[in-house]
């Protein structure tokens, strides 16, 4: 499963990158810390997930996965959030990412909810090849 993590805040990017790629079955093929940078490798890369950050500068996660699908990619899409998003499932569904998860949630919460993103985009692969 090939993996773009965007968050602007580098420890928390690296962390999520050194947890997720204990997996065998996860490649982190890139990681951008910007909105605008996701759109951009994202298009490039073209990735099964990404783990999107909410806030971030030069574009918010929510603005990023717009343009992300006004490109095309069926990438499953994630939203991370902090504490203090008063973001709603429906707004991320506007957006057209595929689920939230808040930033306090627990690793194997992390892990569960990536997985079942990531099993998604698999057999929505499978589907478009065939």
Do not use: N
């Not at 968050?7 to 065998?24: I, K, N, Q, T, Y």
């Not at 093929?29 to 990735?47: C, I, K, W, Y």
Request: aromatic letters at 2%.
């Amino acid at each position: 499963m090939r993996l773009l993590i965007v968050d602007d805040h580098r420890l928390f990017a690296e962390s999520l990158m050194a947890l997720l790629s204990e997996d065998e079955r996860v490649e982190v093929v890139g990681m951008a810390h910007d909105g605008a940078e996701a759109v951009e490798l994202a298009t490039q890369l073209q990735p099964d997930v990404i783990l999107m950050d909410l806030k971030m500068p030069v574009m918010d996660g929510l603005e990023a996965t717009r343009r992300i699908r006004e490109h095309g990619l069926e990438s499953q899409i994630l939203i991370l959030t902090g504490t203090d998003s008063a973001v709603g499932s429906e707004e991320v569904a506007q957006a057209g990412a595929s689920g939230y998860l808040r930033k306090e949630s627990g690793i194997e919460e992390l892990r569960g909810v990536f997985l079942e993103a990531a099993s998604l985009a698999a057999v929505l692969g499978s589907a478009a090849s065939s």
